[in-house]
């Protein structure tokens, strides 16, 4: 846990050996005050080091031991004692220095950086603040601006005894406190962390040490314990877990190899295929571009450099264009070691892509489709390869976008499987294992999350009523403007196919069902009327201009509302936020316990993280399986039970078995769900 040294007869070495990332475990805080004491009584010692183990320095506190009670010694007197120990101590820092371990560095004299080292503070991502002394020691040293900056910036600190030094402090410091403040309220709504750094820091600026770390350590006993450093430590390791997929035939992340991929094509350059392309150079990959038409094909590669030309100047490396080749012709595919079909949603076109692709490519080349929702093995039946065929569903944009669900055909090879999930990691991207079911798992859980917004406008609320309840919960936007955002016309072609409206529906329908549903055409309305959403200047709320971003509540939908309202005799009621956040996260949530029943997710996890960097669904929540947890699943389940009741032509408010059985075995915590699905079929 911590090796000791002696080197040249005078120097004690004690290096962290906790792998991988020589986290300060109770068993390495033991480790360590140990070693300090025997340098501190050593006489032939004259100076300590402290480094690290396998080029890393320290990734900080060990997070898994905040899941239980707090054990062996505490971190601030062990490094208290190192700063105020007579002899010099020098941390000696490789790769990481992170949370305590940045504050290990802290209270050593003197500190030695590699360039490449990379020290900060990332608590507040966890939902908590750098407790042992942090938010005390390094304003004393850099001063308050600096400070409050670094928790995402690396520094390299060179100073002794930083608790004796008094904070450098503006003399505008209310002013720049409340600055800060507000940047931190727009940038994490409702988010603890940050602000309790704030107070921190300004303790750091306003007390003297000793009472600044009382502060400190106040603040964190009230982050500690809160429902957020919860959700924050869980989504750190969800995102873990969602790379570690798993198939019931025992393949798995551990045992499948992935194949090297160096060269890919893109079919289709709309604005997905535009975004993969952008994604597949960045990480070093020869793109080939296809396109049907020459005039497509230009716009395309046009928008493809700017984009890469615009990215490069941003990250102050060149534009990787020469990895870039644009075609109209398949044929030059048939090298290629993996095909990326990004063509218009449409069954029978994707259908006739693939059986192209299977006469053109060589048999080793992977076939995949970023479709957002139809069928994967429905295209793989179509090849000559079923088994290299595989879904990779980019979000858009995808070159910012970091979720990429992996669609695991019943017919995928578990190689292919693999290569597409270290493809996405390659690229940058969070990618999950997923089943083959229509919407997979985002865009499956989204139909009932929306259901339940739309018939929430019926009874009475208003789009911007019902965006407030949503980014007063987190999101960064409610689920009005991001439709406008994403364009309200795909999903109503999409309704216009799936017979629910325009001319192919069913006469002997009555008004407002489908299916024997309820099914509510405001929607389909609001498109007939050509508002699309952002683009069209128009959709649920009015822009500027087509293209405007600045949302403003417009009075043609709220008479639109009226209008629907009086025709079908519906008695508009005041609806509460509580209310709009139940029904709209609970169905969601429900739909989530589907999913894991049917075995299209794996984990909770992995339905958390598609919708934490999906769908913008607040890290601070957790993620909605997660969250669902948090509200108590008692509660959830007498809710939905509740609202079916009130709306028993919903379905989607109808509680799933799953989350009965998860009730009556006494509400287990998320991380233990899978044992209670584990009879269940699998999909994956
Ligand atoms: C009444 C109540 C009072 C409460 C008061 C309580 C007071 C308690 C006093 C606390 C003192 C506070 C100390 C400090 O301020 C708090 C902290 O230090 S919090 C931790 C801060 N550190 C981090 O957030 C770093 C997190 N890690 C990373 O960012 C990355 O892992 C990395 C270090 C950059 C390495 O990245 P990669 O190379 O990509 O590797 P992985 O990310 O895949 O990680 C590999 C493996 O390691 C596990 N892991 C990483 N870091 C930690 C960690 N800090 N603790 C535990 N485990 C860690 C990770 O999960 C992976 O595991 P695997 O998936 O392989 O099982």
Redesign the pocket.
């Known amino acids: 846990m911590a090796r000791y040294e002696l080197v040249k007869r005078s120097v004690a070495l004690i290096t962290l050996t906790n792998p991988?990332?020589n986290?300060?475990s109770s068993a390495v805080r033991h480790a360590m005050a140990k070693s300090m004491e025997q340098a501190l009584n050593d006489p032939k010692v004259t100076a300590v080091v402290i480094c690290g183990e396998n080029g890393?320095f320290c990734?900080?506190?060990?997070?898994?031991e905040f899941a239980g009670p707090?054990r062996g010694p505490?971190?601030?007197p062990l490094l208290d004692a190192i700063e105020a120990g007579e002899k010099p101590v020098v941390a000696a820092i490789e790769g990481?220095a992170?949370?305590?371990?940045f504050?290990l560095a802290l209270v050593c004299h003197y500190c030695i950086a590699h360039f490449k080292a990379?020290l900060g503070?990332?608590?507040v991502?966890?939902g908590?603040?750098?407790?042992?002394g942090?938010t005390q020691r390094l304003p004393r040293l850099i001063g308050i601006p600096a400070a409050l900056e670094l928790i995402t910036t690396a520094k390299p600190l060179s100073s002794r005894r930083v608790s004796m030094l008094t904070t450098p402090c503006p003399p505008d410091l209310d002013a720049l406190l409340e600055v800060v403040t507000m940047e931190v309220k727009k940038k994490a709504r409702g988010v603890m962390a940050p602000l309790a750094c704030i107070q921190a820091v300004r303790a750091a600026a306003t007390m003297p040490y000793s009472k600044g770390i009382k502060r400190e350590?106040e603040l964190?006993?009230t982050l500690?314990?809160s429902g957020q450093a919860r959700a924050l430590q869980y989504c750190?390791?969800a995102q873990?877990?969602a790379g570690?997929w798993t198939l019931p035939s025992g393949a798995q992340w551990n045992n499948s190899k992935p194949r090297e991929i160096r060269s890919a094509a893109i079919i289709g350059l709309g604005t997905m295929g535009r975004g993969i392309v952008v994604s597949l150079a960045r990480a070093g990959i020869s793109v080939i571009a296809v396109e049907s038409e020459k005039k497509l094909l230009e716009t395309g590669k046009q928008m493809v450099i700017g984009m890469l030309e615009r990215d490069a100047k941003r990250r102050g490396v060149s534009a990787s264009l020469n990895l870039l080749k644009f075609t109209l012709s398949l044929q030059d595919l048939k090298d290629v070691d993996l095909v990326i079909e990004a063509v218009f949603e449409d069954m029978a076109l994707k259908k006739r892509v693939f059986q192209e692709l299977s006469k053109v490519c060589r048999p080793a080349t992977l076939l995949c489709t970023n479709t957002s929702g139809l069928d994967v093995d429905a295209l793989a039946g179509v090849t000559d390869r079923p088994h290299l065929v595989v879904g990779m569903h980019f979000f858009s944009p995808a070159h910012v976008m970091k979720l990429l669900e992996v669609v695991c055909g019943p017919r995928s090879s578990s190689e292919t499987i693999a290569t597409a999930m270290s493809l996405g990691k390659r690229m940058g991207k969070v990618s999950v294992a997923v089943g083959n079911c229509p919407g997979f798992v985002g865009n499956r859980m989204l139909k009932p999350y929306l259901d339940q917004a739309t018939f929430l406008l019926e009874e009475g609320a208003t789009p911007e009523q019902i965006d407030k309840a949503l980014e007063d919960f987190g999101f960064a936007m409610g689920v009005f403007r991001m439709s406008d955002l994403a364009g309200l016309d795909v999903g109503w072609r999409i309704r216009k196919e799936s017979g629910l409206t325009g001319p192919d529906v069913d006469p002997k329908n009555p008004p407002r069902r489908r299916h024997g549903r309820r099914y509510c055409p405001i929607p389909d309305m609001v498109c007939e009327q050509g508002r699309f959403g952002q683009k069209t200047g128009r959709g649920w709320y009015m822009y500027d201009k087509p293209g405007g971003t600045n949302a403003k509540p417009d009075p043609l939908i709220q008479n639109l509302l009226e209008m629907y309202r009086s025709r079908y005799a519906i008695q508009p009621r005041n609806i509460s936020d509580k209310e709009i956040i139940e029904r709209c996260l609970f169905a969601l949530a429900n739909e989530g316990f589907r999913i894991l029943e049917d075995g299209i997710a794996a984990r909770p996890e992995d339905i958390d993280v598609i919708y934490l960097f999906g769908y913008g669904f607040p890290r601070h929540r957790g993620g909605p399986m997660f969250y669902a947890s948090m509200v108590g699943l008692e509660r959830v389940l007498e809710r939905l039970e509740h609202y079916h009741q009130a709306h028993p032509d919903v379905p989607h408010l109808e509680p799933s078995p799953l989350l009965k059985k998860l009730v009556a075995c006494g509400s287990p915590s998320v991380q233990t769900w899978r044992e209670h699905i584990k009879t269940m079929h699998s999909h994956l």
């Open positions: 991988p990332v986290a300060l890393r990734g900080g506190a060990d997070i898994r707090l505490p971190l601030v990481v992170l949370g305590g371990g504050e990379r503070l990332p608590e991502t966890l908590i603040l750098p407790a042992a942090g350590s964190m006993a500690f314990n750190f390791f873990r877990t570690k």
